[in-house]
């Protein structure tokens, strides 16, 4: 058992203990810094897998901007603890979808060649090329990542683009109109 | 015990997905949902990822990016409607938007 290892064992505890603990606590402000631990081994994990860009990414724009966005709505909307009890059928129903996704998931694992020898190991980064005939080659550096954007993925980062505007003016849109509620339109 | 394989990291994201989705089913304060839907699509992130490294192929990677992109965009919009229902309701908790029962 090497360092990746105990490294990899250690924060996929961190970010599955984190979403645990962010669903059962009933005070949203302790649940959305549960959730900043869990993506934050999120990142961790990115971090073994050798997406560097993405890990950074992870921590900037997950734990950074989204999270941040939550614990000001939590503030402006003073939401209080969850009252009541969590009722029992909506308990049962979720733990069934979860296990039958689950079993989904070993069946894939099982019987796909997923989890076959030949795939089951990691291989050598190549960092020499970029392209391998059709396909975009995985790499450690970032100029690989903007080749990817810039070339295949021209048009969906158009959309994305475009996307982020729609969503702008949207969000604008949504809080002037509740201002106005009950005016002249 | 044996060194890590990628399908670790599929359980891995297997569990994330499935805590997510059981956060979204049993809570009731709306936002606790949306970040219950942020943790699934992070389960599903580490998938694309994983399976991006094992195939040394970028578009999994790629992918995620544009994940990311419409996650933020979602928490954006998802927090504004909520500003503006809590503005109409003076509430958050799923059972108290029961316009369209009965």
């Known amino acids: ?11 996929a505890t961190l970010s599955v203990g984190g979403g645990l603990l962010m669903i059962m606590s009933r005070h949203p402000v302790p649940a959305a810094l549960f959730m900043i631990i869990s993506l ?6 990115f971090v073994l897998l050798e997406a560097f860009f993405l890990a950074i990414l ?16 939590i503030m402006l909307l003073d939401v209080g603890p969850d009252g009541g ?19 989904l998931v070993v069946l894939l694992l099982q019987f796909s060649g997923i989890g076959s020898a030949e795939s089951g190991s990691w291989q050598e980064i190549q960092t020499t090329e970029q392209v391998n005939g059709d396909s975009l080659l995985f790499s450690t550096s970032l100029k690989n990542f903007g080749y990817g954007l810039f070339t295949k993925y021209m048009l969906p980062i158009q959309v994305a683009g475009f996307l982020l505007l729609a969503a702008m003016v949207g969000v604008i849109v949504l809080s002037k109109k509740s201002l106005t509620s009950g005016g002249t339109e | 015990m044996e060194t890590v394989t990628p399908q670790h990291f599929l359980v891995l994201s297997f569990l994330l997905f499935a805590v997510g989705f059981l956060g979204v089913v049993i809570r009731r304060n709306l936002l606790l ?8 699509l992070n389960g599903v992130n580490v998938a694309l990822v994983s399976f991006s490294r ?35 309701r003076q509430s958050v908790f799923s059972e108290d938007i029961s316009l369209l029962k009965n």
């Open chain 2, 33 to 40: 949902v949306l970040m219950s839907l942020e943790l699934m």
């Open chain 1, 40 to 45: 934050v081994s999120v990142a961790a994990l």
């Open chain 1, 1 to 11: 058992m090497n360092a990746v290892d105990i490294l990899f064992y250690f924060f």
């Open chain 1, 58 to 73: 992870q921590v900037l724009v997950y734990a950074g901007a989204v999270m941040v966005l939550f614990l000001f709505i």
């Open chain 2, 54 to 88: 094992t195939s040394l192929n970028l578009d999994g990677s790629l992918f995620v990016f544009f994940i990311m992109t419409v996650a933020a965009t979602e928490v954006a919009v998802g927090l504004a409607l909520l500003v503006a229902l809590y503005k109409k």
């Open chain 1, 85 to 103: 009890k969590v009722s029992r059928i909506k308990v049962i129903s979720g733990l069934a979808g979860c296990l039958s996704f689950g079993i």
